[in-house]
């Protein structure tokens, strides 16, 4: 079974920054696309961002482009999303999850989005962020 364990969500002000971390213990990490989700009361979930296995290609939704910033740390087998100029829009539970299979082109070069939840196999419990305004 494969754990996905967010971390760094919290309650910032309007035009703040957050870091929110994601670990996956017991998964071969570095062979994995990952993606970051997130979920407003009342809303569907929409994909954020994501990023290749190799780290080479990223893709952010269009609110998010020029805000947020997908990287991964392999030999830390960690990643981050750094959420700068935040906007009360942006509250949500923001979700990490792993790609179904190793390897894949899941937001690689030619990866146009949106994202599609059901293309990751994995997920985290979120953790919350809350901007006030």
Same mark, same amino acid.
């Given at each position: 079974?494969?754990? %996905?364990?967010?971390?760094? /969500?919290?309650?910032? $002000? &309007?035009? !703040?920054?957050? *870091?929110?971390?994601?670990?996956?213990?017991?998964?071969?990490? %570095?062979?994995?696309?990952? /993606?970051?989700?997130? $979920? &407003?009361? !009342?809303?569907? *979930?929409?994909?954020?961002?994501?990023?290749?296995?190799?780290?080479?290609?990223?893709?952010?939704?269009?609110?998010?482009?020029?805000?947020?910033?997908?990287?991964?740390?392999?030999?830390?087998?960690?990643?981050?999303?750094?959420?700068?100029?935040?906007?009360?829009?942006?509250?949500?539970?923001?979700?990490?999850?792993?790609?179904?299979?190793?390897?894949?082109?899941?937001?690689?070069?030619?990866?146009?989005?949106?994202?599609?939840?059901?293309?990751?196999?994995?997920?985290?419990?979120?953790?919350?962020?809350?901007?006030?305004?």
């Amino acid at each position: 079974q494969v754990q %996905v364990v967010e971390s760094g /969500g919290g309650l910032v $002000q &309007a035009g !703040g920054s957050l *870091r929110l971390s994601c670990t996956a213990p017991g998964l071969t990490f %570095v062979n994995y696309a990952m /993606g970051w989700f997130r $979920q &407003a009361p !009342g809303k569907e *979930r929409e994909g954020v961002s994501c990023i290749s296995w190799t780290g080479g290609s990223t893709y952010y939704a269009d609110s998010m482009k020029g805000r947020f910033t997908i990287s991964r740390d392999n030999a830390k087998k960690t990643l981050y999303l750094q959420m700068n100029s935040l906007k009360p829009e942006d509250t949500a539970m923001y979700y990490c999850a792993v790609d179904n299979y190793p390897f894949s082109a899941a937001c690689g070069p030619n990866y146009s989005g949106p994202m599609n939840g059901a293309g990751f196999g994995y997920w985290g419990q979120g953790t919350q962020v809350t901007v006030s305004s």
